[in-house]
């Protein structure tokens, strides 16, 4: 698991490391599943659909990251995109040094119209700073520049807000953009992401709230948007004194994360369970607050795991409204330009890799978008549902994965601790014998790496072998199986391998 925010601390060990580490696999385990099928326990809320992460908005403009959008919508339910800069200068919104007073959104247009016609919302994060309304010149030390001085008037900087959300409307519809959800600016508690203050960005986000509210009062606006969760009780206590709109709270968290800045010890957690004691801290925080209820946001965080994804997921549906994974695509260009298609270890954050190649991560979303609306009561690794024709439960063989943090592609060591388990589950209510479906993922199947690593391990795989791999790397069809006599299903499963099992009436 890797943090992308610790690029500075990424150092020669990362470098110099040379092969990818093996699984630490002791003798196979025995764990336990049960699901009752006769017994709904609620509803199922698909919070990890509701959004994903990418690059800058200018990326998104681009023919290859377009397609990856439309397959990751089509083949997840992915409902929101959140990305950073939609005000940088690289969109020729407002670079200074120009005729006339407006902004010119001619190319923000282009970016929100590519989202909206794959069917997806744009989740809007109010970043970065325009040149003609900074207060200095100070640039994220990333590719493409973007400036993350404070504005230099408050107020200037709120009145070019309601401009910008007036013209979203005047474009696509009040009733559409009341879905959509503002938040103000990305980790400003982070030097190279703000330079300004605290009170510097709580002045920000006064001044954009208030704005936001002014064009319609149902628009829905939040933040902070901090990495690890810090400024929670400073930022809802700024807003509930100045009676500001909190629709919703954002924050990141990563499983890398300083433990003793989250939770005051450090190594208090696994990395597997860092995210959700977080979210858990989040939301006590909130309700703490006259913004009790709230919508709670991860809109940052990761994983490429598809045990931890799931057990993450779950561990955090009594906290999150909505999780947004980072990210979606490797059409990704934030630190540097990927020199290579598929790498050992550390091989990027895209769930898409390059040239549309589906990563285990991807997979275990398609896994994730074929449970039901209903929950299934459940003991032990699962996540259980009702669907529209029977019953659909993942499971999961949950590992510790640790990476280390730095630039996508840096190292080739990935740290596996865990063990392969024969996972008898239980389906309490089916018929003996019943015939069910079986899907897997892990980093063998549904992964590119082996028909990669078959190849010889290219940098620059050619057409043909790039059509390989990404058949290769293509989720299974399921198989068939039978329940034996007392109703159980044995699973064999590797160390972060997840199973989808699907039942028909």
């Known amino acids: 698991m890797w943090d992308r925010r610790e690029i500075i601390g990424a150092g020669a060990a990362a470098l110099a490391a040379s092969a990818l ?3 630490a696999f002791g003798q196979t385990a025995t764990e336990h599943v049960e699901i009752d099928l006769r017994r709904e326990t609620g509803a199922l809320d698909h919070i990890w659909s509701r959004c994903a992460g990418s690059d800058r908005a200018s990326a998104t403009m681009r023919e290859s990251w377009r397609h990856d959008l439309e397959r990751f ?3 997840t339910g992915l409902e929101r995109v959140r990305f950073h800069g939609i005000f940088n200068d690289d969109l020729g919104v407002w670079p200074g040094g120009m005729n006339g007073k407006d902004p010119n959104f001619q ?52 009145d070019f807000i309601g401009v910008f959300v007036r013209h979203l409307i005047d474009r696509y519809g009040l009733g559409a953009v009341r879905q959509w959800y503002f938040e103000v600016w990305n980790e400003p508690n982070l030097t190279w992401f703000f330079s300004g203050t605290q009170a510097d960005y709580f002045a920000m986000y006064k001044a954009a709230a208030r704005a936001i509210k002014a064009v319609d009062p149902k628009l829905r606006v939040g933040g902070p948007s901090t990495a690890a969760a810090q400024w929670m009780p400073e930022f809802l206590g700024f807003c509930a004194q100045e009676n500001l709109p909190v629709d919703f709270v954002s924050t990141h968290i990563y499983a890398g994360d300083d433990q ?19 979210m858990a801290k989040v939301r006590s925080q909130i309700d703490a607050t006259r913004y009790k209820g709230a919508e709670l946001w991860l809109s940052e965080w990761s994983s490429d795991s598809p045990a931890m994804i799931a ?22 260009e934030e630190i540097n330009f990927p020199n290579f298609i598929l790498k050992e270890g550390d091989g990027g954050w895209g769930m898409i890799a390059q040239r549309g190649i589906p990563r285990p991560s991807f997979n275990t979303y398609k896994l994730l978008h074929r449970l039901g609306p209903r929950r299934l009561a459940a003991t032990g690794p699962a996540l259980a549902s009702k669907t529209r024709t029977g019953a659909a439960a993942l499971i999961w063989n949950l590992a510790e994965v640790k990476q280390p943090s730095g630039i996508p592609g840096m190292s080739k060591e990935r740290i596996v601790t865990g063990e392969r388990k024969k996972i008898e589950v239980k ?34 795989p050619n057409k043909d072998q790039i059509e390989q791999i990404r058949r290769a790397a293509e989720l299974a069809p399921p198989e068939t199986r039978r329940l034996n006599e007392q109703r159980v299903l044995t699973l064999d499963l590797p160390p972060e391998g997840v199973a989808l099992v699907e039942i028909s009436e």
């Open 107 to 158: 190319n923000v247009d282009d970016v929100y119209d590519g989202v909206l016609a794959r069917g997806v919302q744009p989740f809007v994060e109010l970043s970065f700073m325009p040149k003609k309304l900074a207060s200095g010149n100070t640039k994220l030390n990333f590719t493409y520049n973007a400036n993350i001085t404070p504005p230099a008037s408050p107020e200037a900087w709120g």
């Open 311 to 332: 057990h993450v997921i779950n561990n955090c549906l009594p906290y999150c409204h909505a999780m947004s994974q980072w990210c979606i695509s490797n059409v990704f």
């Open 427 to 460: 389906l309490t209510g089916a018929a003996p014998g019943k015939s069910v479906r079986v899907s897997y993922v892990d980093q063998e199947r549904g992964s590119p790496l082996p028909k990669w690593r078959e190849l010889g391990s290219p940098q620059y």
């Open 260 to 278: 003793k800045e989250l939770f005051g010890q450090a190594n208090l957690y696994p990395h597997k369970d860092v995210i959700p004691a977080a």
């Open 21 to 23: 580490a093996k699984p």
């Open 73 to 75: 919508r089509a083949e």
